[in-house]
T-cell receptor, first 121, second 109 residues
Framework: QVQLQESGPGLVKPSETVSLTCTVSGYSISSGYFWVWIRQPPGKELEWIATINHSGNTYYSPYLRSRVTISVDTSNNQFSLQLRSVTAADTAIYHC????FGGGSCYFDYWGQGIPVTVSS | QSALTQPRSVSGSPGQSVTISCTGTSSDVGGYNYVSWYQQHPDTAPKLMIYDVTKRPSGVPDRFSGSKSGNTASLTISGLQAEDEADYFCFSYGPTYSPFGTGTKVTVL
């Protein structure tokens, strides 16, 4: 059974950088698929942030590209997100997920439960 | 960024059918057969219910079905059951940005 678990700080100060990690179990990131970060601000829809594959190829939302870095650590079966210069608008629940794209298919088949991140001084 | 438009809520009695719409543009929903639907109960991880517009993952009851016409995709729940009460949201691939839907709360009366 594939499982994803987010970890990171729950509270970040404005202008700081938040770093989140997604630990994958039940599947080796090196085996394939893409891996993504998605967030949901309070009362708003889900928003795709960034995608990475096991080779380190990255894709970013054009709306967050300038502040985001996604990376992968295959040795620990983890991938991570860095979001810089945060503001209150970055307050959200952050999910990681496995993303299937290719071979005529596109979907997120496994999700983490999500980690709430609050930006506040 | 433009989210896909969903009704805020739909409701039905047990055994009835409900349909949730998901409206986008020709750059996402209308341009690709890459619409997926997710169910989320409170404080749980989202669950994939439909992918590639009409396909159902193993383990998802066949009362869940998907379709698409033009720039609007739809999720239909036939034979509504109490455990179907949850939030549902759609997702579509787009070459420059892949939007999610605004989300729909399904209430079983």
């Amino acid at each position: 059974q594939v499982q994803l678990q987010e970890s990171g700080p729950g509270l970040v100060k404005p202008s700081e950088t938040v770093s989140l990690t997604c630990t994958v179990s039940g599947y080796s990131i090196s085996s394939g698929y893409f891996w993504v970060w998605i967030r949901q601000p309070p009362g708003k829809e889900l928003e795709w942030i960034a995608t990475i594959n096991h080779s380190g190829n990255t894709y970013y939302s054009p709306y967050l590209r300038s502040r985001v870095t996604i990376s992968v650590d295959t040795s620990n079966n983890q991938f991570s997100l860095q979001l810089r210069s945060v503001t209150a608008a970055d307050t959200a629940i952050y999910h990681c997920a496995r993303y299937m794209f290719g071979g005529g298919s596109c979907y997120f088949d496994y999700w983490g439960q999500g980690i709430p991140v609050t930006v506040s001084s | 960024q433009s989210a896909l438009t969903q009704p805020r809520s739909v409701s039905g009695s047990p055994g009835q059918s409900v349909t949730i719409s998901c409206t986008g543009t020709s750059s996402d929903v209308g341009g690709y057969n890459y619409v997926s639907w997710y169910q989320q109960h409170p404080d749980t991880a989202p669950k994939l219910m439909i992918y590639d517009v009409t396909k159902r993952p193993s383990g998802v009851p066949d009362r869940f079905s998907g379709s698409k016409s033009g720039n609007t995709a739809s999720l239909t729940i036939s034979g509504l059951q109490a455990e179907d009460e949850a939030d549902y949201f759609c997702f579509s691939y787009g070459p420059t940005y892949s939007p999610f839907g605004t989300g729909t709360k399904v209430t079983v009366l």
